[in-house]
C-alpha cells in the first residue's frame, strides 16, 4: 500500500544581495499565462491545472497571479521524478542539494525563492486543497513576493513509496 504524506515548506532567502551574488549568465525563459495555448503530454495536464488553482487562490485575494515559467517547471518535474526515483521525500535531494542550490546550479536568477512538495494526492485540486490547508505551504502559494512558478508532477512507480510525487517552485525575479 503506497503512503501518502505532505511536506512542510522551506523558505529561504538569500543572504547575499544581487551586488554581491555571483553573477548568474543564463536568463530563465518566462512565459506568461495569458493566453497560453501550450502543447503539453497528458501528464503535464495536472502541472498546468494546479498552476490554474494556484492562481486562482491568489487572484480571488486581490494576489497578482504567478507567471508560468518554463525552466522552473522543468526543474520541478527533475525533482519530483529525483524523489520517485531515488526513493526519498523531502526538500533536500541527495542529486541537487536544496531547491535554492537546485535553482542555481542550473542558472535560474532569483532573489527569494520557496518550495512545496507533496506525495501522494491523485489529482490538482487535492494537492492543492492540502497546501492550502498548510500554513506553510499556504504561505507560500500566497507571497506577493513571488512572480513565477513551475510545478512538476510524475506518478509513483512499482518500487516507489508513494503513488504521485509534485513539487511547486516559485522565485521572485532579480
Known sequence: MMKRRISWNKKVKPAASRTTSPKRSVKTPVRRASGLKPRIKQSNAFE?????????????RGIPALTLNSTLAELARLKSTDMRDNNYFG????????????????GVEWRASAENI????TTPEEVVRVWMNSTGHR?????RRFTD???????????SEYRTYWTQLFIQRP
Open 91 to 106: 526538500h533536500n535531494s541527495p542529486l541537487y542539494g536544496s531547491p535554492q542550490q537546485m535553482l542555481d546550479r542550473f
Open 149 to 159: 512558478t513551475g510545478v512538476g508532477y510524475v506518478a509513483g512507480n512499482p518500487t
Open 118 to 121: 507533496a506525495a501522494g494526492p
Open 48 to 60: 498546468l491545472q494546479v498552476f490554474r488553482l494556484v492562481n486562482m487562490e491568489r487572484t480571488s
Open 139 to 143: 504561505a507560500n502559494i500566497l507571497d
